[in-house]
Nanobody, 120 residues
Framework: QVQVVESGGGLVQAGGSLRLSCVASGNIFGVNTMAWYSQAPGKQRELVASITSGGRTHYADSVKGRFTISRDNAKNTVYLQMNSLKPEDTGVYYC??????????????WGQGTQVTVSS
């Protein structure tokens, strides 16, 4: 069994910062791509940022220059540093990890989500 747990959400004023963390635990050989998604009320879940096992990153246009994704492979953890936050960044942030559960098999896991609220 693999569990993925996020932490670090909260309420912050516009212009402020938050750091999200997400750790995978359980029967893990390693993790391929790690990613963060956000879902605003009444909208679909959207990709915010991703990072491959080799460290290649991708960002949504709306967060480029403000958010930074990073990972610690030894801890199976991915981080999202969010600076210069805007009210439109408000939503539930979900972590997604593509976990290798054996030498040949990978499975995709989602965390439960953490709320980020940015007040104007």
């Amino acid at each position: 069994q693999v569990q993925v747990v996020e932490s670090g959400g909260g309420l912050v004023q516009a212009g402020g910062s938050l750091r999200l963390s997400c750790v995978a635990s359980g029967n893990i050989f390693g993790v391929n791509t790690m990613a963060w998604y956000s879902q605003a009320p009444g909208k679909q879940r959207e990709l915010v940022a991703s990072i491959t096992s080799g460290g290649r990153t991708h960002y949504a246009d709306s967060v480029k220059g403000r958010f930074t994704i990073s990972r610690d492979n030894a801890k199976n953890t991915v981080y999202l540093q969010m600076n210069s936050l805007k009210p439109e960044d408000t939503g539930v942030y979900y972590c997604n990890q593509d976990v290798r559960i054996s030498n040949r098999v990978s499975r995709n896991y989602w965390g439960q989500g953490t709320q980020v609220t940015v007040s104007s």
